[in-house]
Nanobody, 122 residues
Framework: QVQLVESGGGLVQAGGSLRLSCAAS????????IGWFRQVPGKELEGVSC????????YYADSVKGRFTISRDNAKNTVYLQMNSLKPEDTGTYYC???????????????WGQGTQVTVSS
């Protein structure tokens, strides 16, 4: 059974940092494209950062470039999202997702976690 479980969300002041974790089970993470998406209030679900399984290429949304870093630990079957210099507009629900074939960081992937809430206060 494929499962993705996110953790690490919470409440932080603007300028602070959080690290999200996504533990995968039921499949081997390094064979899959893996990424983080977020649902910001009033906006559509968007791709934040993704890793391509084929070449390791990283994608970052323009709004998070230079502030967020995605990484994976294949031994732990876990992917992380380090978020620094957080802004109030980063507030939302963050989801981890995986897909075997789809490499583009768009929210139509096959497997999703339940989400973790990130709230950035001003």
């Amino acid at each position: 059974q494929v499962q993705l479980v996110e953790s690490g969300g919470g409440l932080v002041q603007a300028g602070g940092s959080l690290r999200l974790s996504c533990a995968a089970s039921g499949f081997t993470l390094d064979y899959y494209n893996i990424g983080w998406f977020r649902q910001v209030p009033g906006k559509e679900l968007e791709g934040v950062s993704c890793i391509s399984s084929s070449d390791g290429r990283l994608y970052y949304a323009d709004s998070v470039k230079g502030r967020f870093t995605i990484s994976r630990d294949n031994a732990k079957n876990t992917v992380y999202l380090q978020m620094n210099s957080l802004k109030p507009e980063d507030t939302g629900t963050y989801y981890c997702a995986a897909d075997l074939l789809q490499a583009m960081c768009v929210p139509n992937w096959d497997y999703w976690g339940q989400g973790t809430q990130v709230t950035v206060s001003s």
